[in-house]
T-cell receptor, first 110, second 113 residues
Framework: GQNIDQPTEMTATEGAIVQINCTYQ??????LFWYQQHAGEAPTFLSY????GLEEKGRFSSFLSRSKGYSYLLLKELQMKDSASYLC???????????FGKGTRLSVIA | DVKVTQSSRYLVKRTGEKVFLECVQD?????MFWYRQDPGLGLRLIYF???????EKGDIPEGYSVSREKKERFSLILESASTNQTSMYLC????????????FGSGTQLSVL
């Protein structure tokens, strides 16, 4: 089985940097995903990490440490449109679907 | 762009009714999934399918069934709707190989009265 933990809510200021953490305990591991979901909309893919280290994509970066069962999503130069829920999801080595954490609702304030 | 289309954005049904939620994807994806999303509980997997005619139970299959007669279409069926099935239902698809980058439909907000 898998257990995925992330904070329920976070608030940050426009223009700032915010780090959203995700920890997982799994029987196996074959990659970690981050999705963004605006209120009332479908989740959309942000990033995928399977090896340790930092993956940078514009204002967003995602980090993975497999030995610690830990990932974070880093958002720089926050904009109001970044207000959304951010979902962490983990994949098993077997042919099993992604398991999602409960999501972190980020509010960006002026 | 991949398009995953769910037939209804909002649906209101009565307790005991049989409910069909339809999902169609246009990118020839092998894999299709049905999730429900509830406040404080996140996304929970109901059923999934990795091929036509194939179906597998997810984490919360009770009270649901599915049908995949064609590759592009994956239907979720509530045999006898109950109030605790009021939820947002999200369909998703992904290609067979590679990381499981899911493409989601816009969701169906189902209310069972």
């Amino acid at each position: 089985g898998q257990n995925i933990d992330q904070p329920t809510e976070m608030t940050a200021t426009e223009g700032a940097i915010v780090q959203i953490n995700c920890t997982y305990q799994t029987s196996g591991f074959n990659g970690l995903f981050w999705y963004q979901q605006h209120a009332g909309e479908a989740p959309t893919f942000l990033s995928y990490n399977v090896l340790d280290g930092l993956e940078e994509k514009g204002r967003f970066s995602s980090f993975l440490s497999r030995s610690k069962g830990y990932s974070y999503l880093l958002l720089k130069e926050l904009q109001m449109k970044d207000s959304a829920s951010y979902l962490c999801a983990v994949r098993d080595p077997g042919n099993t679907p992604l398991v999602f954490g409960k999501g972190t609702r980020l509010s960006v304030i002026a | 762009d991949v398009k995953v289309t769910q037939s209804s954005r909002y649906l209101v049904k009565r307790t005991g009714e049989k409910v069909f939620l339809e999902c169609v994807q246009d990118m020839d994806h092998e894999n299709m999934f049905w999730y429900r999303q509830d406040p404080g509980l996140g996304l929970r997997l109901i059923y999934f399918s990795y091929d036509v005619k194939m179906k597998e139970k997810g984490d919360i299959p009770e009270g649901y069934s599915v049908s995949r007669e064609k590759k592009e279409r994956f239907s979720l069926i509530l045999e006898s709707a109950s109030t605790n099935q009021t939820s947002m239902y999200l369909c998703a698809s992904s290609p067979h190989r590679g990381p499981e980058k899911l493409f989601f439909g816009s969701g169906t907000q189902l209310s069972v009265l």
